[in-house]
Structure formats: structure tokens, C-alpha cells
């Protein structure tokens, strides 16, 4: 039987260097779609389209993952950008945003990671801190904190214990989006993850990047959720 196909937005770089060549390229780190396979699913790459294109593109898949990158552009919640917040990354913005606002309209499964995961929330009207201290000890290398699972939430019933994960951020949530709650913490009281409480709608995002780690009960419940959807049984 066909595994449930998940969709992974990209990165987009305007200059990636590749054997002879360097050119722009829609990208992603195959931690993603690694993480997909190893849960069940089979992953499908989502680079930028028309926004307008979003309800046909997410017809074709079963589930979306939001990936990590750079900085939600603050104009998108309404504030002033902070010197720190990084570039305006505005074709990704536009399309992922468009692509979350159009899952969650059709009830498509929605993980949302890191950048994802404060996507998600400005999408749903939500607004974000443009900088923290204390979530990026070195430049370019991932590191670890332990988080808290929020006791009642789909996240807590998928891992109810305190969890160690690699972690690379520098913004967090602040105010929540509609609907949204909160579903763990870092021990400093940083969001670290976010969902929908309706049982009927899988829609979750975590702060960390769980395609860095060996635990897959997020995305299989993910990839579970993609095939109830689908009608399409999971091995």
C-alpha cells in the first residue's frame, strides 16, 4: 500500500555551490525527509509557488511540514523589525503562510518546526519575540535543553516525559495565535510547542528541530493523522 505523502517546504538560497556549478536553489537538509521515511511517510519537497497555488499544491499530499530557517518578517505580525531579526526571507513567507492558512482551511495535518512552528502562529494572528538569549550557544551547531510537556495536550500524551532536543533559535512565540495553546515549555518558560486542541485537526509545532534526532513519535503521529485522512493504512 502507498505511504501517506508528506509535503516539506525548502529553503530558497540565492547562492548554493554544488560541484561546478553555484546557482539559486529551493533546498532542504535531508534530516527532514529522513524523518518522514523513518516515521512511515513518503516525503514530497514544496519549494515556493504562487500563494494563490496552495489549496491545489496541498490537494496532492497527504500531510505539511513547515521546516526550519530564517526570521518570520516582522511586518507579517505587525512590528517594528529589530535590528537582530535576520533578512526578510519575503518569497518563502508569502507561500508558507499561504500554505498554512490553506492546510488548516482543507484540515491537512500541519507540523510545523522552528521557523515553522512561529509561521504557524503568525498565520493564525500571533505575534513573536524577535530575539532571546540563551537557545544558540555557537553559531552554526545545534545544541540541547530539555523541555516540558503541558499535561492534557497532544504533544504531552505523545511524549509525556521531559525531553532533551536539539534546539537552534533565537526568536520565540509571544502572543498566541487563534485557537492556539501551548503544549511545552524550556525550563526558562520559553513556548516550545503549540497546537490546536480540537482531537479532530492534527495541527502541532515544536520550537526544536526533531529532524536533528533519533524520536519520531511526533512525526509518526503526524504521518498517522495524514493516512486517517487519506484512508491510506500505515504499516
Known sequence: MPR?????TTYVEESTRYGVWDLPTSLVPTGYHQLVQAAG?????????????????????????????????????????????????TVRDRWELALINAALEADVPVLGICRGMQALNVALGGTLIQHIDGHVDT?????????????????ADLV?????????????????????????????????AVELPDPARWVLGVQWHPERDEDTRVMASLIEAAAVRSAVPVA
Open 4 to 8: 501517506p505523502l508528506i509535503g516539506i
Open 41 to 89: 511517510g513518503a516525503a514530497v519537497l514544496l519549494p515556493p509557488d504562487e500563494p494563490g497555488s496552495a489549496a491545489e499544491v496541498l490537494s496532492r499530499v497527504d500531510g505539511l511540514v513547515v521546516a526550519g530557517g530564517p526570521d518570520v518578517d516582522p511586518v507579517h505580525y505587525g512590528a517594528a523589525r529589530d535590528p537582530r531579526t535576520g533578512a526578510p526571507a
Open 139 to 155: 553559531p552554526g551547531v545545534m545544541s540541547r535543553h530539555p523541555v516540558r510537556p503541558v499535561p492534557g495536550t497532544r504533544y
Open 160 to 192: 509525556p516525559e521531559e525531553a532533551q532536543v536539539p534546539t537552534y533559535h533565537h526568536q520565540a512565540v509571544e502572543r498566541l495565535g487563534r485557537g492556539l495553546v501551548v503544549s511545552a515549555h524550556a525550563l526558562d518558560g520559553t513556548v516550545e
